[in-house]
């Protein structure tokens, strides 16, 4: 009798207890990265901090109305498996949003169809200025563009006066990493005419590439090309 009694006055309780759960909105979370950890953004790396995003929302209640269904798919960085790795998660699961991919060639196809499907895209890549137009892509980007960095250089420029400028920036040989100095730079160049009215002679660019250095010799490598970029910056 009294194990009866507890369990009328407890079935309220559950029945509301119930009702806050299916007033959940779900969203469905897929984060598509690369395995190869030495990637920057490799699932192996940034992965685990995924989840503990996810996970903090969860426990300290941040959203109290959305439960999010977090899954992972592993890809390459080239420029067609994470697309059709998008295109098998619209398929087979429910998908609100993609985190990733996160290299330039992988992240560039997969997002100009984002608005096709009309999911919502977060990624540390697509950096070039054109992926802002929100009306186009609909994608949030964690870091600023590629003519984000030239503000800063620019007003360090203008702060002590410098007229002549050397631009130094090494290359990188993988096509699949974010090319973000190759990227730069030109944002820099462009914004040094368009801004500091600065001209073709006023500024120079270097790319250099460590590889070539001979073994151990990084140091002279990085001298002497300093011994040649002097002759075209500030101090002489
Ligand atoms: C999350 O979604 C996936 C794919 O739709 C599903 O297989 C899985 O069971 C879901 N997990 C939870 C905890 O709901
Ligand atoms: C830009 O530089 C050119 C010559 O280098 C000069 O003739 C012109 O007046 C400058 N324009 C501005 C807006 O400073």
Same mark, same amino acid.
């Given at each position: 009798?009294a194990y009866f009694?507890v369990?009328i006055?407890?079935?309220?309780?559950?029945?509301?207890?119930?009702?806050?759960?299916s007033?959940k909105?779900?969203?469905?979370?897929?984060?598509?990265?690369?395995?190869?950890?030495?990637?920057?953004?490799?699932?192996g790396?940034?992965g685990?901090?995924?989840?503990?995003?996810?996970?903090?929302?969860?426990?300290?209640?941040?959203?109290?109305q959305?439960?999010i269904?977090? #899954?992972?798919?592993?890809?390459?960085?080239?420029? #067609?498996?994470?697309?059709?790795?998008?295109?098998?998660?619209?398929?087979?699961?429910n998908?609100?949003?993609?985190?990733g991919?996160?290299?330039?060639?992988?992240?560039a196809?997969?997002?100009r169809?984002?608005?096709?499907?009309?999911?919502?895209?977060?990624?540390?890549?697509?950096?070039?200025?054109?992926?802002?137009n929100?009306?186009q892509?609909?994608?949030?980007?964690?870091?600023?563009?590629?003519?984000?960095?030239?503000?800063?250089?620019?007003s360090?420029?203008?702060?002590?006066k410098?007229?002549?400028?050397?631009?130094?920036?090494?290359?990188?040989?993988?096509?699949s990493?974010?090319?973000?100095?190759?990227? #730069?730079?030109p944002?820099?160049q462009?914004?040094?005419?368009a801004?500091?009215?600065?001209?073709?002679?006023?500024?120079f660019?270097?790319?250099?590439?460590?590889?070539?250095?001979?073994?151990?010799?990084?140091?002279e490598?990085?001298?002497?090309?300093?011994?040649e970029v002097?002759?075209?910056?500030?101090?002489?």
């Amino acid at each position: 009798m009294a194990y009866f009694e507890v369990s009328i006055l407890a079935l309220p309780l559950l029945l509301s207890f119930t009702v806050v759960i299916s007033e959940k909105e779900k969203y469905y979370m897929k984060a598509i990265l690369p395995d190869d950890n030495s990637k920057e953004f490799a699932m192996g790396k940034v992965g685990p901090g995924i989840s503990k995003a996810v996970e903090t929302i969860r426990r300290e209640n941040r959203l109290p109305q959305v439960e999010i269904n977090l #899954t992972f798919d592993h890809s390459n960085c080239d420029q #067609t498996n994470p697309v059709l790795t998008f295109i098998d998660a619209l398929k087979d699961d429910n998908l609100d949003v993609i985190v990733g991919p996160a290299c330039d060639y992988s992240c560039a196809p997969v997002a100009r169809i984002t608005r096709y499907y009309r999911k919502a895209m977060v990624t540390g890549a697509c950096l070039a200025s054109a992926f802002g137009n929100k009306d186009q892509y609909f994608m949030t980007r964690l870091y600023p563009d590629y003519y984000g960095t030239s503000p800063p250089v620019l007003s360090i420029i203008q702060q002590y006066k410098w007229d002549m400028v050397a631009l130094l920036y090494e290359h990188q040989y993988s096509y699949s990493e974010i090319q973000y100095c190759f990227f #730069t730079i030109p944002a820099i160049q462009k914004d040094l005419v368009a801004k500091l009215n600065l001209t073709e002679n006023d500024y120079f660019v270097k790319r250099f590439h460590l590889e070539l250095a001979v073994d151990g010799n990084e140091g002279e490598y990085l001298e002497n090309m300093l011994q040649e970029v002097s002759e075209h910056a500030r101090s002489k």
